[in-house]
């Protein structure tokens, strides 16, 4: 089975600090897709990152990047100069292939000022 | 521009009774996905569509029901709702195997 495992159920950060948040996955396929996902109080979905399986260069948009671990199956997530909007809950997700997204259960991160 | 459109918001069912969720989407997407979320528990599939005329069963099936009669609509039904549905429902879209899921702005559904 397909899994994704977010070992840290809550965590919190200064504003303007640094945070990683760990994601690992587990699965047979070559092949695949990663993501994270934010889920701010007003309950949207929206996409921060995403990376393919198959690149070795580390995904980056702004204040985020990822540490992708082929090797390992992880999948952690970096957040710089954290924001008070940063606040929200956090979904590792992955797509083997052509499948359905697998989602962990979630990091609650709470950016203090 | 919506993108991906569920409808209702919020709504209150009494045990056993039966409603429909409906999920639009205006981007030509041909995957189309139905989630629950409840606490503690991440979002968990329900359903899948990988095209217009097609639909799967995800993680946690039972007792629900989907319909892909048109690609841009994808219904999650309940005939008897249970106090166990009650939760979060999530629709979610995309257009091809390596392209992200959009997703709407969820349905809160409570059963008393």
């Known amino acids: 089975a397909q899994t994704v495992t977010q070992s840290q159920p809550e965590m919190s950060v200064q504003e303007a600090e640094t945070v990683t948040l760990s994601c690992t996955y587990d699965?047979?396929?070559?092949?695949?897709?990663l993501f994270w996902y934010k889920q701010p109080p007003s309950r949207q979905m929206i996409l921060v990152i995403r990376?393919?399986?198959?690149?070795?260069q580390n995904a980056t948009e702004n204040r985020f990047s990822v540490n992708f671990q082929k090797a390992a199956k992880s999948f952690s997530l970096k957040i710089s100069d954290s924001q008070l909007g940063d606040t929200a809950m956090y979904f590792c997700?992955?797509?083997?292939?052509?499948?359905?997204?697998?989602f962990g259960k979630g990091t609650r991160l709470s950016v203090i000022a | 521009n919506a993108g991906v459109t569920q409808t209702p918001k919020f709504r209150v069912l009494k045990t056993g009774q039966s409603m429909t969720l409906l999920c639009a989407q205006d981007m030509n997407h041909e995957y189309m996905y139905w989630y629950r979320q409840d606490p503690g528990m991440g979002l968990r599939l329900i359903h899948y569509s990988v095209g217009e005329g097609t639909t799967a069963k995800g993680e946690v099936p039972d007792g629900y029901n989907v319909s892909r009669l048109k690609k841009q609509n994808f219904l999650l039904g309940l005939e008897s709702a249970a106090p166990s549905q009650t939760s979060v429902y999530f629709c979610?879209?995309?257009?091809?195997?390596?392209?992200?899921?959009?997703f709407g702005d969820g349905t809160r559904l409570s059963i008393l």
């Open positions: 979610a879209s995309k257009g091809w195997s390596n392209q992200p899921q959009h």
């Open positions: 699965t047979s396929e070559s092949n695949y897709y």
């Open positions: 997700a992955f797509s083997p292939g052509n499948t359905p997204l697998v």
């Open positions: 990376q393919e399986a198959y690149k070795q």
